[in-house]
């Protein structure tokens, strides 16, 4: 059974960082694409960064190039979301999900190709 369990949330004042945390059970992270989404209260959820297939390539929306880093690490089966200079509007409930995919597959980061998510972390940027 697919798992994922995100932490590392809370609160932090602009131009701070946060370590976001996904751990999978069930399954092997070297097989799947991962995703990086967040709500944000009254909004739609959109994608932050993902890594889209097994080489893994990666994907970061423009608002958060150079500021955040997704990883993987296939020892620990976890996936990192290093988030740098946050911002207030980076305020929303984080979520990791996850997908199968196969050797030359490259997943769109899209919230629609994910079937499997966790429940999520709340982060807020504020002073």
């Known amino acids: 059974q697919v798992q994922l369990v995100e932490s590392g949330g809370g609160l932090v004042q602009p131009g701070g960082s946060l370590r976001l945390s996904c751990a999978a059970s069930?399954?092997?992270?070297?097989?799947?694409?991962i995703g990086w989404f967040r709500q944000a209260p009254g909004k739609e959820r959109e994608a932050v960064s993902c890594?889209?297939?097994?080489?893994?390539?990666?994907y970061y929306r423009d608002s958060v190039k150079g500021r955040f880093t997704i990883s993987r690490d296939n020892a620990k089966n976890t996936v990192l979301l290093i988030m740098n200079s946050l911002k207030p509007e980076d305020t929303a409930v984080y979520y990791c999900?996850?997908?199968?995919?196969?050797?030359?597959?490259?997943?769109?980061?899209?919230?629609?190709?994910?079937?499997?998510w966790g429940q999520g972390t709340r982060v807020t940027v504020s002073s």
């Open positions: 999900a996850t997908e199968r995919i196969y050797a030359e597959w490259e997943l769109a980061c899209l919230e629609s190709n994910f079937g499997s």
């Open positions: 069930g399954f092997t992270l070297d097989d799947y694409a």
């Open positions: 890594i889209v297939d097994t080489a893994g390539s990666t």
